[in-house]
């Protein structure tokens, strides 16, 4: 009698939770579909406002906005911004963590692994100005594409070494004197014996870094001004800002930025949650 | 050796450290950004900043951001965790739902709460006047009282969920003897979130805690796109001055200073939260 008293109230609570969950889902889901509607109206329609349905799908807007923001060349950009950022980030970050992880007494390497952390909590902001003065005046660098890679790489570096030195530190030691006694150099023991076990962490690391890259907007807003470099971000920020007495387009312009990435999510959400909660538990 | 890290460091030295030395001399000057000449004139910069209201009110705002947003964002990421603790397919689903927003840029979600909240076609005043509440209708980022915790309103939606998912994983980590023998003694739900979660927990609290607090006072692409500081500098925060006096009025000088005043706050935030929390977990085991 006692279990069954204790069954029925606990069935009571798995009410109230579902009942929650599902209100949590509904505010969730509400703004991302709202914006969906005027997407699909015409102008006629969009003059009775933002809630009356469309009578049926019409794609014009997604064409225009397509054609007028020249959302191809930004999705080139912003694809060959964030991929290269992502090989050289993953390259050169491992290879630095690595003699930091196997070698942690040595002062040179614990010295470089703080100055690295350092890095985790300088804004941007701090080094805006002179980052500006440093790139445009003295190197030239601003609208190139190795510029803003450049500086990409160095803001996100700190994650990069912090996580792969944190997952080097725990493959076991007898891998390294294993490799010694084959006589492999240091290089051929990284990219042959260690890199090939980092792949979770890669994984981990590059969806991190990922979200950051494709969806930034103040380094591409400071460092690129021409048009034909700008990424998606950027330009949708300005197409939305010109655009924005005709909302239709400009919502339309919205969900195209958006669609790439949220489909990279749903087609790979495992990873990706696995990803960001890495780093949170050791181990 | 030495040359595994030297490429990495080279880069991050160059183009992320470097500039903060020179960031530093220019905060001593009056440097416009086009003269050629940089006066040097000490700490006046600093001093300034103190008397000047409108950067006030943005310190002011870039803490109560930063308190009330890692604040909220952390529990509601808690609540959400504990919800959907249980492995079950219908959890998997609304842990996927929730993380969602997550991945998508602040600059779409921001144009999406402008939209939301915007006074006359919004879709938060046409649901209200539909409910009959009329009365309820505002201009929410552009009332005095209401657009700061409208703006606040925003990361929360956007980040609860990413929070939510390092809890998921702290508690994911807790092994399920402790749970077990919890269960044995009989402990009801709220003894065990007390004696056997929350202690246990501790790292993925120290992590999201300051994690979301370092993003908090990095926060500036809600704030530029959806109230660009305003009602007057009401809504306006530290790394938005900064980029005002970049790319508008060009005082390099005085937002150079803004810029080593918002690092030194963010860094001794960090470590007596370090500090705190550390002191705190301390005296659970």
Redo the contacts between chains.
């Keep these: 009698m006692n279990d069954g008293r204790r069954a029925s109230g606990s069935r009571h609570w798995k009410g109230i939770?579902y009942a929650?969950?599902v209100l949590?889902?509904m505010?969730?889901?509400f703004?991302?579909l709202?914006?969906i509607i005027p997407t699909f109206q015409t102008v006629q329609e969009s003059s009775r406002?933002?809630?009356s349905f469309p009578s049926h799908f019409n794609f014009q807007n997604y064409a225009d906005a397509w054609n007028q923001s020249h959302f191809l060349r930004a999705l080139r950009n912003s694809i060959l911004i964030t991929g290269m950022t992502l090989v050289l980030n993953i390259l050169?970050?491992s290879?630095?963590a690595?003699?930091?992880a196997i070698?942690p007494d040595r002062a040179?390497?614990k010295v470089?692994y703080y100055?690295?952390i350092?890095?985790?909590?300088?804004?941007?902001?701090?080094?805006?100005?002179?980052?500006?003065?440093?790139m445009g005046r003295t190197l030239k660098l601003t609208n190139t594409f190795p510029g803003i890679i450049?500086?990409y790489?160095?803001?996100t570096?700190?994650l990069t070494?912090f996580f792969f030195s944190q997952f080097i530190k725990t493959v076991p030691r007898e891998m390294e004197e294993a490799s010694i006694l084959d006589g492999c150099g240091?290089l051929r023991m990284?990219f042959q014996i260690f890199f090939p076990l980092l792949k979770p962490i890669t994984a981990a690391i590059i969806i991190q870094n990922m979200?950051f890259l494709?969806?930034?907007?103040?380094v591409p807003?400071?460092l690129i001004d021409k048009d034909i470099l700008k990424p998606i971000?950027p330009m949708?920020?300005v197409f939305?800002g010109t655009y924005y007495n005709k909302?239709n387009l400009?919502?339309a312009a919205?969900v195209l930025?958006?669609l790439p990435?949220?489909l990279l999510?749903l087609a790979l959400?495992e990873q990706?949650?696995k990803g960001?909660?890495?780093?949170?538990?050791?181990g | 050796m030495y040359l595994f890290i030297l490429p990495a460091m080279l880069i991050y030295l160059f183009f992320y450290i470097y500039p903060m030395f020179p960031g530093l001399y220019y905060s001593t000057t009056d440097w416009n950004g086009f003269a050629p000449r940089k006066n040097f004139i000490g700490l006046k910069n600093y001093v300034d900043i103190f008397k000047d209201a409108h950067i006030l009110t943005a310190i002011k705002n870039t803490f109560i951001y930063t308190v009330v947003v890692t604040f909220f964002s952390n529990l509601l990421g808690l609540i959400l965790a504990l919800m959907l603790e249980e492995r079950s397919r219908t959890s998997r689903a609304f842990r996927t739902l929730f993380f969602m927003p997550a991945v998508l840029s602040p600059v779409v979600v921001s144009f999406v709460w402008k939209y939301m909240y915007s006074p006359n076609s919004g879709v938060v005043n046409s649901l209200l006047r539909l409910a009959g509440l009329n009365g309820l209708a505002q201009d929410w980022l552009g009332n005095a009282h209401l657009a700061l915790p409208s703006v606040m309103l925003v990361p929360l939606w956007q980040w609860g969920g990413n929070v939510m998912v390092v809890f998921l994983a702290g508690l994911m980590n807790i092994p399920p003897e402790y749970y077990e023998s919890a269960r044995v003694d009989g402990v009801n739900y709220l003894q065990r979130f007390r004696f056997v979660t929350w202690p246990l927990l501790q790292p993925a609290i120290v992590f999201n805690l300051v994690i979301s607090t370092i993003g908090s006072f990095k926060t500036f692409d809600f704030i530029f796109i959806m109230t660009n500081g305003g009602p007057g500098y009401l809504t306006e925060v530290l790394t938005l001055t900064v980029y005002n006096y970049t790319l508008y009025t060009a005082k390099f000088g005085y937002g150079t200073a803004v810029g080593a005043l918002l690092t030194l706050f963010v860094v001794i935030f960090c470590i007596v939260e370090l500090r705190v929390l550390s002191r705190n977990s301390e005296s659970y085991v």
């Design positions: 939770l929650v969950l949590y889902a505010l969730i889901l703004p991302l709202i914006i406002g933002i809630l050169l970050g290879t630095a690595f003699p930091i070698r040179v390497f470089s100055v690295f350092v890095g985790l909590m300088l804004p941007f902001q701090a080094v805006m100005i002179p980052l500006y003065v440093l450049l500086v790489l160095a803001m570096m700190p070494v240091y990284f979200i494709w969806n930034d907007l103040l807003l400071l971000m949708v920020y939305f909302w400009a919502f919205l930025g958006a990435f949220l999510f959400q990706f949650i960001l909660s890495s780093g949170a538990v050791k």
